[in-house]
């Protein structure tokens, strides 16, 4: 049985055991609703998958109006988007998708950079 907990950063995490989710997710039904089903669609195990990274990058890449007013509304959701942090009770967190995101986008910016640098010199 998965425990579904309430805290007062980031959006939503599945830790195998347990689904924390926003505080404040109640308050927007639809999204709420939305960010459970995706967070219910992972496999509970404490070990990250190509399933769930495949699913985390889909998420991720989608736009979506009403998170975007929730992360303006409610800035300690923002903890979302760090692939690095600590929790009192689990420690240092390492969110395996939200690394592999940064790293893509850092890699891609750097071709870029290259690519600009080579074509304007």
Not at 66 to 94: C, M, N
Request: net charge positive.
């Amino acid at each position: 049985m998965v425990e579904i907990k309430y805290v007062k950063w980031g959006l939503a995490n599945n830790f195998g055991d347990t689904i924390e989710l926003n505080k404040h997710l109640p308050k927007y039904p639809n999204l709420h609703y939305r960010i459970l089903q995706h967070e219910l669609h992972h496999d509970f195990k404490k070990k990250t998958t190509w399933k769930d990274l495949k699913h985390d990058i889909k998420s991720f890449a989608t736009y979506d109006k009403e998170r975007l007013i929730f992360f303006t509304t409610h800035p300690s959701a923002w903890v979302q988007l760090f692939p690095i942090w600590y929790s009192k009770e689990r420690g240092i967190i390492i969110d395996d998708a939200c690394l592999i995101m940064w790293a893509v986008i850092l890699l891609v910016d750097i071709i870029i950079t290259i690519l600009a640098v080579k074509w304007w010199f």
